[in-house]
T-cell receptor, first 113, second 118 residues
């Protein structure tokens, strides 16, 4: 079956512009996670959605970052007024439930010039 | 707050040999899960093995096994009969067992890059 997909695979933008990153989770997965991976670093948790519950936004680094998940499926991570330090790979993962394995997408590489 | 530490930025192993990757973590929770993920150059994160904290028996998946020492908060990964395809970044990860003591975010270590020599 289809795995987690993310688009675009690469995004180059200018400092100060807004960007939207999209994640399509595996069908039926109720949990969805966003992570940020800076060059040569581990994964930094950003936000977690579980069903209809309020999302856990505790990892969002600033109010320029926001995410939504429409209809319990597709999720969009928005970064407003991008800065050069936002350059990283943004990974999305989904899971059948909160206690299960996370399945990762291929990531979006964001470069802010 | 929970932390995960991987003290080996890089490791190297000869093909067909055994290698152990180290991971330590810090938590005050009693209910949690531990994972090892593999990230090849393709960037695709792949689950290698998982361990529930309440289980005393060490998890095993084919050539991959863990040494889980709960009291020492240590969770090392052993790769036996190493293959060229094992070359990748390996991340140790911690996830809380959930409410009320914590949420469900997963904390990752900085990673260990494994090189496999032919």
């Amino acid at each position: 079956g289809a795995g987690v997909s993310q688009s675009p695979s690469n995004k180059v933008t200018e400092k100060g512009k807004d960007v939207e990153l999209r994640c399509d989770p595996i069908s039926g997965h109720t949990a969805l996670y966003w992570y940020r991976q800076s060059l040569g670093q581990g994964l930094e948790f950003l936000i977690y959605f579980q069903g209809n519950s309020a999302p856990d936004k505790s990892g969002l680094p600033s109010d320029r970052f926001s995410a939504e998940r429409t209809g319990g499926s597709v999720s969009t991570l928005t970064i407003q007024r991008t800065q050069q330090e936002d350059s990283a790979v943004y990974l999305c993962a989904s899971s059948p439930g909160r206690y299960n394995e996370q399945f990762f997408g291929p990531g979006t590489r964001l470069t802010v010039l | 707050a929970q932390t995960v530490t991987q003290s080996q930025p890089e490791m190297s192993v000869q093909e067909a040999e055994t290698v152990t990757l180290s991971c330590t973590y810090d938590t005050s929770e009693s209910d949690y899960y531990l994972f090892w993920y593999k990230q090849p150059p393709s960037r695709q994160m792949i689950l290698v093995i998982r361990q529930e904290a309440y289980k005393q028996q060490n998890a095993t998946e084919n050539r991959f096994s863990v040494n889980f020492q709960k009291a020492a908060k240590s969770f090392s990964l052993k790769i036996s009969d190493s293959q060229l395809g094992d070359a990748a970044m390996y991340f140790c990860a911690y996830r809380s067992g959930g409410l009320p003591t914590g949420g469900f975010k997963t904390i990752f270590g900085a990673g260990t890059r494994l090189f496999v020599k032919a």
